[in-house]
């Protein structure tokens, strides 16, 4: 079946620097999600690229399509400690279903 | 972006009881839902996919007959935990599919069997 490798699994770092996190797949993906996750609650979407290459920003957040079809990364800039938490991306291939990375947890350090 | 909640955030019951969870849409209407199943330090793992008006598809592995999913309305998806054991006890997510492309996520319950 499809499978993500999302990478690095954690993430330590000063107030203010820029982070860089990303996805890879085995197979070729139609939609890339990014959500965060807090602690004891569900993912919040962050951001939705719906087509290769297609490169989007939500505030300090940056996440692009890979023009393979089969990556994505998500930058966050100027980070704060409210960034703190787990980023998941996921990926739908030919079905509704959304295949999910293992995350990456973000520790910002004040 | 989209609000779905569910009902209850978490919930404490004894081994051997039923436990129901709702989800619901509160901005749009889902034919779609589905049910996620989080251990601790995990990814989501999803459980099943509920559509309106059929029945629930179950991923391998997830026994259709302990997990009654219910989605009777386009706003509704119900999820039961039948004989609940200690092993049954995890964080459960809904979310709701919007157009064909993008799920929103409910806020999750906290299940503990006892």
């Known amino acids: 079946g499809q499978q993500l490798n999302q990478s690095p699994q954690s993430m330590f770092i000063q107030e203010g620097e820029d982070v860089s996190m990303n996805c890879t797949s085995s197979?070729?993906?139609?939609?890339w999600l990014w959500y965060k996750q807090d602690p004891g609650e569900g993912p919040v979407l962050l951001i939705a690229?719906?087509?290769?290459?297609e490169l989007t920003s939500n505030g300090r957040l940056t996440a692009q399509f890979g023009i393979t079809r089969k990556d994505s990364f998500l930058n966050i800039s100027a980070s704060i400690p409210s960034d703190v938490g787990i980023y998941f991306c996921?990926?739908?291939?030919?079905?509704?279903?959304?295949?999910f990375g293992k995350g990456t947890k973000l520790t910002v350090n004040p | 972006g989209a609000v779905v909640s569910q009902h209850p955030s978490r919930v404490i019951c004894k081994s051997g009881t039923s436990v129901k969870i709702e989800c619901r849409s509160l901005?749009?209407?889902?034919?779609?839902m589905f049910w996620y199943r989080q251990f601790p330090k995990q990814s989501l793992m999803l459980m099943a996919t509920s559509n309106e008006g059929s029945k629930a598809t179950y991923e391998q592995g997830v026994e259709k007959d302990k997990f009654l999913i219910n989605h009777a309305s386009l706003t509704l998806s119900t999820l039961t935990v039948t004989s609940a054991h200690p092993e049954d006890s995890s964080f459960y997510i809904c979310?709701?599919?919007?157009?064909?492309?993008?799920?929103?996520f409910g806020p999750g319950t906290r299940l503990l069997v006892l």
């Open positions: 690229l719906y087509k290769a290459g």
């Open positions: 979310s709701s599919l919007k157009g064909k492309e993008t799920q929103y």
């Open positions: 901005d749009f209407q889902a034919t779609t």
């Open positions: 996921a990926g739908r291939g030919g079905s509704e279903k959304l295949v």
């Open positions: 197979s070729i993906f139609n939609t």
